[in-house]
């Protein structure tokens, strides 16, 4: 069995530390556990900052919708990852394929 060093671990770890540094959740100001964000979208919600060691509470939004526009703010266009560039489907019905009854007049 491989034996890693405690330094080599120790780097992995504040690494993977690093990594999850500033990531962002939501809590629902509700009595009982916490359950699904869709569970009661009405209730008001706690923006929370993971700091490495902690979750830090960075502010209140009144709702689910307004807790997303946080989470997940709007990409500008300049940012979006350009289209996937796939290649076409080939000629044929293929395996799966079911051709439109266009194409079956075509190939007649």
Not at 43 to 57: F, L, Y
Request: proline share 9%; hydrophobic share 30%.
């Amino acid at each position: 069995m491989h034996e890693e060093s405690l330094e080599e671990w120790a780097r992995r770890r504040e690494a993977r530390r690093a990594r999850s540094k500033g990531k962002l959740r939501a809590v629902p100001l509700t009595s009982g556990p916490h359950r699904g964000a869709h569970v009661e979208p009405a209730a008001p919600r706690v923006i929370q900052e993971w700091s490495g060691s902690e979750w830090v509470t960075v502010g209140v939004v009144p709702d689910l919708a307004a807790a997303r526009t946080v989470l997940y703010p709007p990409q500008s266009p300049e940012e979006r990852p350009a289209e996937w560039d796939r290649p076409a489907m080939g000629k044929g019905r293929g395996r799966h394929r079911k051709s439109s009854a266009a194409e079956q007049q075509r190939d007649q």
